[in-house]
């Protein structure tokens, strides 16, 4: 039997590879992977630069791993409709196999795919998820819209199972297929290198968790909301990217301490956003909760570009936009604190921070990114409650305590005193002058005022709420 394997950008890997196993035992494999326009034009790619340097040098490690192996990765442009029933067709494949998502646009992709194939069987591998999506149900048969009660049900109901191994061979592709398409490089694609980002790859990544069970699980529980200390595992991408499967990382981090316990939880909300998207797509455009769908978000550009380029004159929340811009990642505790700040604070529509965070993420993950977004503006399932807002300051001093994470990211603040750091406003002229600090020109005041935009944000949402 001779099976193509699709390869879509999620699964870049060979280990707990459900599809490439189950070619592998019945006969042929053909490893494509289709560089579709809607990610690969130029235009497109622009406007993804730090997930489209991770996406290609996962390709280029996925294909060496391929190749260690006695194959390696077919490549093919074009809409991935047209694309992959013509390979079919061309190459007399008896099947295809991939791993599903939960997006909508994808799994409208999928069943004009199946469409297409007619007869050839298309057959969808869960993958992306610790159990497949709608396995979980309430006791009166519905979906969950909690987290806590759907964390408990997995503990009830759900097993994981182990991780699949990766083959240790695989039948060689002919030389006839695939021929003549090169993976593009960056600048090909119209983009510049950023050295600032983690490397892309299964190898890498596995290199990451295990640095990580080794040096971070442990205090998990105590540094993961520390914005100045390395206390996360910077797994995210590779999860995204599916460089590891999360069923990989379930298995490696076990344990009944409080440092795995809090790890595993937060793999959970993961499970969970993947879970509710597949659940209700209209997510990705609507927020969940009706009564904000006639929300008067306010129109100011200047103040969203000051939110983007990091100059709103709140330490944590500036140092947070320039992270994204520079890393392609944010600490999960600056996220909350910038996404509130945005849409609360500023009464700006928190989609436009969901697009533009979509946009600079080497980690952008459409599910997690949006259940992050709606709940920090309240607008969500199980979201924060809308009334909270929090306060920069005092989640600047509580978690970055000595100011390190504002001192690496907004370097015009680096010689204020502990004291000072979040609230450079608030320094007395001698201070502000030793440290080179001159409010409105190298650093800005507050662009607003929190207790008055507290207070504008409480009176607009009590009466549209």
Known sequence: MRSLVWFRGKDLRVADHGPLLEAARTGEVLPLFVLDPYFFAPERASQLPHRMQLLLEGLADLDRALRERGSRLLLAAGRSVEVVPDRVRRWNVDRVLAHRWSEPFAQERDRRVAEALGPVPFELFEGETLVPPGSLRTGQGGSFRVFTPFARAFGRQADP?????APTWLPPV?????AGTLLPSLADLGLSPNPNLLSGGEGPARERLESFREDGLEAYDRDRDRMDLPGTSRLSQDLHFGFLSVRQVWNATGGQEAGPRTFRNELLWREFAHHLLAEEPRL????FRPAFGAFPWRKDDAAWEA???GRTGYPVVDAAARQLLSEGFVHNRARMVAASFLAKHLLLDYRRGEAHYLRWLADGDWACNNLGWQWSAGCGVDAQ???????????GRKFDPAGDYVRRWVPELESLPDRWIHTPWEAPSAVLAQAGVHLGRTYPVPIVDHSQARARFLDTAKAKL
Not at 161 to 165: D, I, M, T, V
Not at 284 to 287: A, G, Q, V, Y
Not at 386 to 395: C, E, I, M
């Open 174 to 178: 002919p030389e006839q297929e695939g």
């Open 161 to 165: 199972g182990r991780p699949l191994s």
């Open 307 to 309: 939110w983007c380029e």
């Open 385 to 395: 409650p809308w009334f909270r807002v929090f306060n920069p300051v005092t989640q």
């Open 284 to 287: 990705l455009s609507e927020p």
